[in-house]
């Protein structure tokens, strides 16, 4: 059994936010989906500013199973992409990537059922790789640096370590570590969960 020092952690607890699977959608996407120039009505707002759980869902259909009622997240994106636990690609039949946000590039497509169309899109499923949102204020008193890797020491019984958490950098986040529904049940992880950093 591994043991730690308080001097072999950051001075930092990061909370925990479980990504459910989710949905984001283009311009164009969003009008063949809910009808020309529909605009999403927020459900209710996430923990990174600016950005929000929509009213809307979709069906995915994938290979060999359905998943219904995904989520949509606003606001309306540049690219289409489906986020999903290794738990949906089985269902779907899919055995997606793991990938950071808008590297889509060889990723698996997946068909998109909404009220008012349906489509195919041709790539765009990943299982997001597991990053901490960190404001730059507290990454720079930290030492820490946008797209550094680090690892993550989960307490409790089913305590691990994760390794290749990507440090996301910016004034406008909200520190917070994003895993999937896979990752934090396995770990028996909740939203708002502390967790701890071990130095680099």
Request: charged share 20%; hydrophobic share 40%; aromatic share 4%.
């Amino acid at each position: 059994m591994m043991t730690f020092r308080d001097e072999d952690f950051l001075p930092v607890e990061v909370p925990i936010g479980v990504s459910n699977r989710h949905i984001h959608l283009c311009r164009q996407d969003l009008d063949t989906l809910f009808g020309p120039g529909y605009e999403l009505t927020v459900y209710r707002q996430l923990s990174q500013p600016g950005e929000y759980a929509a009213r809307e869902t979709v069906t995915i259909v994938g290979p060999r199973g359905v998943l219904e009622g995904v989520r949509v997240l606003g606001p309306v994106r540049s690219y289409s992409q489906v986020e999903i636990a290794m738990t949906d690609g089985f269902r779907l039949g899919l055995r997606p990537p793991v990938r950071e946000s808008g590297d889509l590039e060889g990723t698996p497509g997946i068909a998109v059922v909404g009220p008012s169309g349906a489509l195919t899109l041709p790539r765009g499923v990943i299982l997001a790789a597991r990053h901490i949102h960190m404001e730059a204020e507290r990454a720079a008193s930290l030492n820490l640096h946008d797209d550094q890797r680090v690892q993550v020491l989960v307490p409790g019984m089913r305590g691990m370590i994760f390794n290749n958490v990507i440090v996301r950098v910016s004034p406008n986040f909200r520190l917070e570590l994003h895993l999937d529904t896979d990752e934090a049940n396995a770990a028996l992880l909740a939203n708002g969960d502390k967790v701890k950093i071990l130095r680099p």
